[in-house]
């Protein structure tokens, strides 16, 4: 019992020399790595705001910013597993490009002129995305097949994809472009048709502040039940108001871009809407592809940080030879890991072609 009360008394001593920040940073368990980042982006957000004569942060461009990175943004969830393996992929680019090319032929020209589907048929995007996703999984299992099993390094196994689907993908069609594509399969595109409107975004930001709430309770919980140490009460009030005002922010930046003029008369004429003296607002929300990079983000960080497979790919990462001593199948996880990374590409792929309207060698 004294030794204990020793150690707290010594504790609360070092913590009084520190200073006021590091102490604040101690309490929250901040990662400074990440709020030098959060800093560094800031920056370059205010330059080019100032840049571009104030259109940088403005709604209409901050809604296409989200849109357009949401592609790239689920590819990259992927290709942290990749890295953390000490291995890269340099072939996502031309994944990418013969994956959209399959999907693309599937929907204007096989299922159409083969099997008989018609346009407007709702099976045609569902088919279309299973087998993009498929094709996408055979080409990763191929690839981490090379690197795991045939022990070829994988920068020059992804190399040589990038080489090969880029071809491919040009030869499905001899170069050309595939469109128009199915108007159910566009919608994962975003534009105002592919947007869930102002309703249902402030729906989904509820949603998230009530998990970003559960996840502080059930953490604090955790921490009392293996006794560690605790964040302070304030401390986990501040990071989780932080956390709720940024996810109700991004939503009220979503619903402050409003459709266009143009568009919003063809919906009302439509439906007999009657247009306003002072116009008709109709919201566009969070895009549906914003929500489907925020979906795989969350899927893959419980996948990092909450199951074995995850653990596995961190002590690979860490020591590959002692994990093999360990007994972990270090070649079935790298393995794994391709396979992931070709699905998420394919996930991307689906994005930009329905962003494009259509599946281009580009």
Known sequence: MSDATSATTADRAREADLGPLARFLRATELDTRMLGMLGALVLIWTVLHFLSG???????????LSVQTSSVAIMATGMVLVIVLRNIDLSVGSME???GMVMGVLQAQILIRVFGFSLGDPWIWAIALGCGILTGLIIGALHGFIIAYLEVPAFIVTLGGLLIWRGAAWWVTSGQTVAPLDTTFQLMGGGPMGSIGAGWSWAVAAAGCIGVTFMMINGRRQRKRFRFPLRPVWAELLLGGVAC??????VWVANSYPWPVGIVRRYAETLGIVIPEGGLYIAHGIAIPVLMAVAVGIVMTFVTNRTRFGRYVFAIGGNPEAANLAGINTRWVTMKVFMIMGVLVAISAAISSARLNAATNA
């Open 97 to 99: 490009g013969i994956v």
């Open 54 to 64: 104030g259109l940088f942060l403005t709604p209409r461009n901050l809604w296409n």
């Open 245 to 250: 005002a940024a996810i109700v922010g991004a």
